[in-house]
């Protein structure tokens, strides 16, 4: 997408070298793009259209000073193709629905022969990867080449003109004012805006999606048996048992049989809460409560394993240590379970203790009550831990959603009290 920074590369080398940064961030977005199905894909280009309407009025007032400064560069006849109104953005916004009508174009078998020997050779289309398009400044182009380029599971990188300067300083003001609302440390805020500046786009949430694209990291948890078992690490109350049973619900509604330990025996009401979790879906709850117990418990599994554990204080040696040796005699994976809403730098601070001990993914709880998310962003910065999947609700029915760089910009913009609490429950799920 288009270079839009306060400082432009001059020489020819930092050009190469920025272009080049672009199109790297860009093919690792590829690979994820190319694995949206066609719901997927039609649901995020909806997204797309529903921003526009929404930041119409924002659009359309960086749009007259972009056209002001048109006027004076004298661009003459070809200010039109610059020019927004609101009956243009809803022409934009109806051909997104076009693109969304058609037919899914990955996956399409397009000729098929059968061989002497019994063998079927198919020719079947497949998204091309990173898509490149050097164009003059008419939003409706950067709009059309991106959606056509997501329809068809394509990263774009888009270089426009320089005439939309001022649409560009908007969105970053935009996604500035949302960042102090969450409470995120300056310095990642300082990281996330200039990375969304990067971006050439109308939207200021795509701008942000892309922010978080290229500072985070996101990563699903596997399907069940699919990898470790899985063990749920973190402080005390922030739903680590109530997250064990949405997994086991998760898998159980899925046809997958697993098998439930828990190693928090010492809490009054731990080994209750979950065991009646564990009745309801018909699961029998183990419990082990030292190293030796779960190493036999998981070395007896015939199941993939969810391992709940107690609450751990981050900051005591013995209890981090004591968590640890839990953790290689299950030979799992340790995902950190944070609730929303917290401090940010001691969140930063608890997420790098329990990185310490191997806990690569994040896994965010109580997002239907916290308004400010910054906590959640400083975590998974300082320890460098991939986002996963977040709870929405307390229903154990209603289970997890996997989180990705879109949905997580659309719970922290708009950054209002009214919109995030409309949002997050659908954008998390994205």
């Given at each position: 997408?288009?270079?839009?920074?306060?400082v432009?590369?001059?020489?020819?080398?930092?050009?190469?070298?920025?272009?080049?940064?672009?199109?790297?961030?860009?093919?690792?977005?590829?690979?994820?793009?190319?694995?949206?199905?066609?719901?997927?894909?039609?649901?995020?280009?909806?997204?797309?259209?529903?921003?526009?309407?929404?930041?119409?009025?924002?659009?359309?007032?960086?749009?007259?000073?972009?056209?002001?400064?048109?006027?004076r560069?004298?661009?003459?006849?070809?200010?039109?193709?610059?020019?927004?109104?609101?009956?243009?953005?809803?022409?934009?916004?109806?051909?997104?629905?076009?693109?969304?009508?058609?037919?899914d174009?990955?996956?399409?078998?397009?000729?098929?022969?059968?061989?002497?020997?019994?063998?079927?050779?198919?020719?079947?289309?497949?998204?091309?990867?990173?898509?490149?398009?050097?164009?003059?400044?008419?939003?409706?182009?950067?709009?059309?080449?991106?959606?056509?380029?997501?329809?068809?599971?394509?990263?774009?990188?888009?270089?426009?003109g320089?005439?939309a300067?001022h649409?560009?300083?908007?969105?970053?003001?935009?996604?500035?004012?949302?960042?102090?609302?969450?409470?995120?440390?300056?310095?990642?805020?300082?990281?996330?805006?200039?990375?969304?500046?990067?971006?050439?786009?109308?939207?200021?949430?795509?701008?942000?999606?892309?922010?978080?694209?290229?500072?985070?990291?996101?990563?699903?948890?596997?399907?069940?048996?699919?990898?470790?078992?899985?063990?749920?690490?973190?402080?005390?109350?922030?739903?680590?048992?109530?997250?064990?049973?949405?997994?086991?619900?998760?898998?159980?509604?899925?046809?997958?049989?697993?098998?439930?330990?828990?190693?928090?025996?010492?809490?009054?009401?731990?080994?209750?809460?979950?065991?009646?979790?564990?009745?309801?879906?018909?699961?029998?709850?183990?419990?082990?409560?030292?190293?030796?117990?779960?190493?036999?418990?998981?070395?007896?599994?015939?199941?993939?394993?969810?391992?709940?554990?107690?609450?751990?204080?981050?900051?005591?040696?013995?209890?981090?240590?004591?968590?640890?040796?839990?953790?290689?005699?299950?030979?799992?994976?340790?995902?950190?379970?944070?609730?929303?809403?917290?401090?940010?730098?001691?969140?930063?601070?608890i997420?790098?203790?329990f990185?310490?001990i191997?806990?690569?993914?994040?896994?965010?709880?109580?997002?239907?009550?916290?308004?400010?998310?910054?906590?959640?962003?400083?975590?998974?910065?300082?320890?460098?831990?991939?986002?996963?999947?977040?709870s929405?609700?307390?229903?154990?029915?209603?289970?997890?959603?996997?989180?990705?760089?879109?949905?997580?910009?659309?719970?922290?913009?708009?950054?209002?009290?009214?919109?995030?609490?409309?949002?997050?429950?659908?954008?998390?799920?994205?």
């Amino acid at each position: 997408m288009k270079v839009e920074r306060n400082v432009r590369p001059e020489t020819e080398s930092e050009q190469f070298a920025y272009v080049r940064e672009r199109a790297q961030a860009a093919k690792q977005a590829a690979i994820a793009l190319s694995t949206l199905g066609t719901e997927a894909k039609n649901g995020l280009l909806g997204r797309i259209a529903d921003s526009l309407r929404r930041a119409t009025p924002h659009i359309l007032a960086a749009n007259a000073k972009d056209m002001q400064a048109g006027e004076r560069a004298g661009l003459g006849n070809k200010l039109d193709r610059l020019l927004l109104t609101e009956r243009r953005i809803d022409a934009i916004c109806g051909e997104i629905g076009e693109v969304i009508a058609l037919q899914d174009p990955v996956g399409q078998v397009i000729d098929r022969r059968d061989r002497p020997t019994g063998l079927q050779i198919e020719r079947v289309r497949t998204s091309l990867g990173v898509v490149g398009l050097i164009y003059e400044s008419r939003p409706n182009v950067t709009v059309d080449a991106t959606v056509l380029c997501l329809k068809a599971g394509n990263a774009v990188v888009l270089k426009g003109g320089s005439d939309a300067l001022h649409s560009n300083r908007a969105i970053v003001a935009t996604i500035r004012q949302a960042l102090t609302f969450h409470g995120t440390p300056p310095r990642l805020a300082e990281r996330l805006v200039q990375a969304a500046g990067a971006l050439d786009t109308d939207d200021p949430i795509l701008a942000f999606a892309g922010a978080m694209d290229a500072t985070f990291t996101f990563a699903p948890l596997p399907e069940p048996g699919a990898g470790r078992p899985i063990m749920l690490v973190g402080p005390p109350g922030v739903g680590k048992t109530i997250t064990t049973a949405k997994l086991a619900a998760r898998a159980t509604l899925a046809g997958t049989s697993v098998r439930v330990i828990t190693t928090d025996t010492q809490r009054a009401g731990g080994v209750e809460q979950l065991a009646a979790f564990t009745r309801l879906l018909k699961l029998d709850l183990e419990t082990t409560d030292t190293i030796e117990s779960l190493r036999k418990a998981v070395a007896a599994a015939d199941h993939p394993v969810y391992i709940d554990t107690a609450g751990t204080n981050p900051f005591s040696d013995t209890e981090m240590d004591h968590l640890s040796g839990l953790v290689q005699a299950a030979g799992a994976e340790p995902v950190l379970v944070l609730a929303a809403g917290g401090d940010a730098m001691e969140s930063a601070d608890i997420a790098a203790s329990f990185a310490a001990i191997g806990a690569g993914r994040l896994l965010v709880t109580r997002l239907d009550m916290a308004r400010r998310l910054g906590s959640i962003l400083a975590a998974a910065d300082a320890a460098r831990i991939r986002f996963s999947d977040v709870s929405i609700t307390p229903q154990v029915a209603d289970g997890l959603s996997p989180i990705n760089p879109l949905s997580l910009a659309r719970l922290i913009m708009p950054h209002t009290p009214q919109s995030h609490q409309t949002s997050y429950q659908s954008e998390a799920a994205s």
